[in-house]
């Protein structure tokens, strides 16, 4: 060893060239050249040409191309940020390349956000700048006194924030600015979550809840992978158990992400979390503004917002030092994304937390078949809680069929429903009746001629809402008025309503017991967060007696007068040829079953059905999950289906239905068949028509040992699409309608 080397200086080595990886829909990072002086690494957020553009990056682990000198572009700038860390970039190259989609692609949803990389920018502020004598101050005009009196604690606000408070205009702060009474001074606002306080304690916990506690906040502690599956009827402490975790996470400085389906129904959630952790959670959601995401990215890619609660997409930010992912209710098929890069964040959850090497919760009553089996194998740990907190009973479940108890004509509740509701209304209880279908009616008719009213873009018919007289699509979001006469025949006042959404059980309810205080609770009625959080305030008050709602209702609400709930139509989900149809509707009459009898009045629950025999409703009736799991497995195993094979799916999408037609057909002839891996189609995918597009769909089976991207890489790339036809991959797909 050359002892003279530890008293040099290392030279400062600046690559000549780095790859820059940019979010936009390409596989590959560029190369860039690296301008004299500036100390680039792997992680570097910084801003490139592109095209002619200049659009912003992050420096990629892959080697440069060592592009000529004379057609090198070069780097731009180099942000103010902390590297993105090595782990992040590799789950983004990992899920790009399962997912099948471009890396850039990948990138672009953990840089979801223009301008975040941008410092951010101060807002002016404004404070008391000089004492004033009494003389002067009582020289002032009211509206002045007014705002020396607001500000006299000493906290700068922006002008529009005292003139709304002091009631005066904002020119009234400027001139008291000019007269130096004020003076002015740079608002930086902060990241959001900084410092929540993992010492505060929580409820205290049973002896079922402290040991599962325990055993999660060991994990936490071990710093290690494992995926772990707090499994627990509703009601039974689950979040109180994992905010154990996670301040155990926090105690150790480490960042935490809870994913919920539903954020935008989480507004009882974030006063829990407020209330355990001293502190509002950082939020992560399509509904945020602007400012918040940008807040929030930073503060996340800054390691200095400690905890994010969010939808799917929260799991792509680029956290600094992630360690602990919460996935409540792991079962919910929200937690696949359909359109863009098509992903489940369930499952790269679970690659996330192993890259990371830390813990992973899934947390559900009613766990998906993936994770029970990973529970069989003994590859999750599991932890239990088998009951409901404060002694509360898991209530009683009926069966209500509707062969023998039919209603009357154009009535969807039964007698012994209707009996029961009135039962309930007498002894001042409340009801939920539950029936997952937004508007009057699904289906309009023409009596004369037959014809059904569909969306002119979508498969998909058209759904009657008396509230605004419209009929619309639930895909695409296409409306029109209902019409007089019937398009087809021209007939006048022949249509005819088909079935039941929860406005004519509405109307078939009030009619029934008039004196019944009733709201319907859908995603159409409660479109904005605040109206929303009234309306189920009111219901956790007791200001309504019967609430007829979708599946908005059935998650996480906790109401303890609630004690009848009653199914409309429990056989609504199994129809069509979902290959998790039972999964789902067991999953989702549980959770809405859930909501009844939560405290010491105890609960009962009747499903309307006309398959009283069904191995779902039998399963439900009896409490019998696991039983029910196990003939479900058993049946999967038998049709070679998943989580015993895989599945992908291969849409063929375009506006030329011959073209996508013809695309799909080329595709057929040559797809991977043989052992081990066979190609079923092409056949028309799941809404074969969706915003104008026709879409085909191939679905590819292939046994879990072997590499179904390879395969379907190979296979896609022999064939020349047309460059009207757009071809996506569909990894595990989890829609079959
Ligand atoms: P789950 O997530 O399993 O549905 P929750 O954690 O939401 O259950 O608990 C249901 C209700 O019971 C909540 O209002 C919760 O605050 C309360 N609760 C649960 N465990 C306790 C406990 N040990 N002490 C006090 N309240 C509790
Ligand atoms: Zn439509």
């Known amino acids: ?423 309930n209304l007498e002894i001042h209880e409340q009801s939920l009746l539950f029936l997952n279908r937004r508007g009057y009616a699904p289906l309009t008719l023409c009596r004369t001629c037959g014809h059904r009213m569909n969306c002119p873009r979508c498969t998909s018919w058209l759904v009657e809402h008396k509230k605004n007289n419209r009929l619309s699509c639930h895909h695409c979001g296409y409306f029109m008025p209902v019409p007089k006469n019937c398009p087809e025949c021209d007939d006048k006042g022949s249509f005819a309503a088909c079935g039941p959404g929860v406005e004519r059980i509405h109307e078939e309810i009030s009619e029934a017991f008039p004196e019944a205080r009733i709201i319907v609770l859908a995603s159409d009625t409660a479109e904005d967060h605040e109206k929303l959080r009234q309306i189920l305030n009111d219901i956790r008050d007791h200001k309504y007696d019967i609430i007829i709602g979708t599946q908005i209702i059935a998650k996480g609400h906790h109401f303890p007068k609630l004690t009848l709930v009653g199914v409309v139509d429990a056989d609504l989900g199994l129809a069509g040829g979902d290959l998790r149809a039972s999964e789902r509707t067991y999953q989702l009459l549980h959770q809405v079953a859930g909501r009844a009898g939560r405290e010491e009045l105890p609960g009962n629950v009747y499903l309307q059905t006309f398959l009283p025999q069904n191995k779902v409703m039998q399963a439900l009736s009896k409490h019998d999950r696991d039983v029910f799991l196990e003939v479900e497995a058993t049946e999967r195993e038998a049709a070679n289906m998943p989580p015993y094979t895989r599945l992908a799916g291969i849409i063929v999408s375009g506006k030329d239905e011959q073209l996508v037609m013809d695309t799909a057909k080329a595709l057929g002839k040559i797809a991977p068949q043989g052992k081990g891996i066979q190609t079923l189609g092409p056949a028309e995918a799941p809404f074969y028509r969706l915003r104008g597009n026709y879409r085909r769909r191939l679905l590819v089976r292939a046994d879990k040992t072997l590499d179904i991207q390879k395969a379907i890489a190979g296979w896609l790339g022999q064939v020349k699409v047309p460059s009207k036809i757009r071809i996506y991959t569909d990894i595990d797909p989890q829609s079959f309608l």
């Open 1 to 423: 060893m050359e002892q003279s080397a530890l008293f040099e200086e290392p030279e400062i080595k600046t690559a000549a060239q780095m790859a820059v990886l940019v979010p936009y829909p390409v596989d590959k990072a560029y190369s860039y050249g690296i301008p004299e002086g500036m100390n680039v690494q792997p992680g570097n957020y910084v801003s490139v040409p592109l095209g002619s553009r200049e659009v912003p990056g992050v420096v990629w682990d892959d080697a440069p191309d060592n592009v000529p000198a004379k057609k090198l572009k070069t780097v731009v700038a180099k942000y103010d940020l902390p590297p993105m860390p090595a782990v992040q970039r590799k789950f983004i190259d990992w899920a790009a390349h399962y997912n099948m989609a471009a890396k850039g692609a990948v990138l672009k949803m953990s840089l979801s956000v223009p301008g975040a990389l941008e410092p951010p920018k101060p807002v002016t502020g404004y404070r008391i700048g000089v004492e004033l004598d009494e003389k002067t101050q009582q020289g002032l005009s009211p509206q002045q006194q007014r705002i020396l009196a607001l500000l006299s604690d000493g906290l700068p606000r922006r002008a529009a924030e005292i003139a709304d408070q002091a009631a005066c205009s904002a020119s009234v702060v400027k001139t008291m600015t000019k007269k130096n009474i004020l003076e002015i001074v740079q608002l930086y606002s902060s990241a959001p979550c900084r410092k929540p306080d993992s010492y505060k304690s929580g409820v205290s916990l049973s002896e079922d809840q402290q040991s599962a506690a325990d055993e999660l906040t060991h994990y936490v502690e071990q710093d290690s992978f494992q995926t772990v599956l707090l499994d627990g009827v509703t009601g039974s402490g689950k979040t109180e158990v994992y905010f154990e975790g996670v301040a155990q996470a926090l105690k150790q400085n480490k960042q935490v992400l809870i994913l919920l389906p539903e954020i935008s129904l989480s507004n009882a959630f974030i006063d829990r979390f407020k209330s355990r952790f001293g502190c509002a959670p950082a939020l992560w959601h399509s509904a945020l503004s602007a400012g918040q995401r940008k807040r929030t990215w930073r503060g996340v890619a800054e390691g200095q917002t400690k905890v994010v609660i969010g939808a799917r997409s929260a799991l792509f930010l680029p956290y600094q030092d992630l360690g602990l992912i919460v996935l409540d209710e792991e079962h919910d098929p929200a937690y696949k994304q359909e359109d863009g890069v098509i992903y489940n964040a369930r499952d790269m959850a679970v690659v996330r937390a192993h890259m990371g090497k830390i813990p992973v919760v899934m947390v559900s009553a009613t766990p998906s078949l993936e994770t029970m089996m990973n529970v069989w194998q003994d590859k999750y740990k599991v932890l239990h809680l088998p009951d409901r907190h404060g002694g509360a009973q898991l209530p009683d479940m009926h069966i209500i069929d509707m062969k023998a108890d039919k209603p009357g004509r154009q009535e969807f509740i039964s007698p012994p429903l209707k009996e029961k509701l009135e039962q």
